[in-house]
Every structure is written in structure tokens, then in C-alpha cells.
């Protein structure tokens, strides 16, 4: 009795951690409307994109992962803050940072108008992970 106990608790701990990880995954209808969000949010921070990738869809048995890559073009208060965001929208947004890779940009490279905006420039590879159910 006592080990049937100990099992139906582990179950009902599984199923607990299972919902709570189902939670991320956004569904197929809502994909489009997480890159609007993304796209709303990046605006407001003053971030432009020079071009979103996304790459081959990776079927998991439960889940897919998409992944993209983006390139833009920010300042590093406000990337900082697309980041916090998007953390702090995890659940909502399906949205994971896989990848940053960042370089400064050089006044010699920008134009005149760019100089007075950016100051880097990035290679996200995000990943959206989308429920299959």
C-alpha cells in the first residue's frame, strides 16, 4: 500500500511538471501572431530588422521547434530590454534565445542617420516551440 502511495504522488508530480511545461507551447494558429507581438515589442524599443530566416521546422514526437534567425540593427539598452520583455513573456510568447551574437558597430560603417541610432548590430537564432496537439 505504501509503495502504491508513494507512486500515485510521483504520478500526480509528473503530471503537475508535464501541464507546466505544456504551457509553452504555443499553438499552430497562434504562430503568426507571436512574430506580430515580437514585431510590436521591437518597434517600441526603436529596434529594426534587417531580415528575419526562418529555417526548416525540427518535428519532435509532442512538439515542433522553429527555428529563426534575425538580423537587426539596436542600441544595447534596447535590446536589453526586448530580451527582458520577452523573458518575462516566456509562457505567452513560445519564444526561446538560442543564439545572440553581437558586434558594435563602427562609425565608419553606418550611414549618417545610422550613427545617430544604433550602436550594434545581432544575429538572434530564436527557437518557437509550437504544441502538435
Known amino acids: 500500500m505504501v509503495e502504491y502511495e508513494k507512486l500515485k504522488e510521483k504520478h500526480q508530480a509528473m503530471t503537475l511538471k508535464l501541464t507546466s511545461l ?5 499553438k499552430e494558429d497562434e504562430s503568426f501572431s507571436v ?3 515580437l514585431g510590436r515589442m521591437s518597434k517600441k524599443y526603436g529596434i529594426d530588422y534587417a531580415k528575419i530566416v526562418p ?3 525540427i518535428g519532435g514526437q509532442y512538439y515542433n521547434r522553429i527555428p529563426v534567425r ?3 540593427f539596436s542600441t544595447y539598452h534596447a535590446l536589453g530590454m526586448l530580451l ?4 518575462k513573456r516566456g509562457r505567452m510568447m513560445g519564444l526561446w534565445v538560442d543564439e545572440i551574437k553581437m558586434q558594435g558597430i563602427r562609425k565608419g560603417e553606418q550611414s549618417l542617420e545610422e550613427k545617430e541610432k544604433y550602436t550594434v548590430e ?6 518557437l516551440y509550437q504544441s502538435k496537439a
Do not use: C, G, K, T
Not at 505544456?22 to 504555443?26: G, N, Q, R
Open 122 to 127: 545581432v544575429d538572434l537564432l530564436l527557437s
Open 55 to 57: 529555417e526548416e521546422v
Open 84 to 87: 527582458s520583455a520577452m523573458d
Open 22 to 26: 505544456e504551457s509553452y507551447l504555443v
Open 70 to 72: 534575425i538580423h537587426l
Open 35 to 37: 512574430f506580430q507581438e
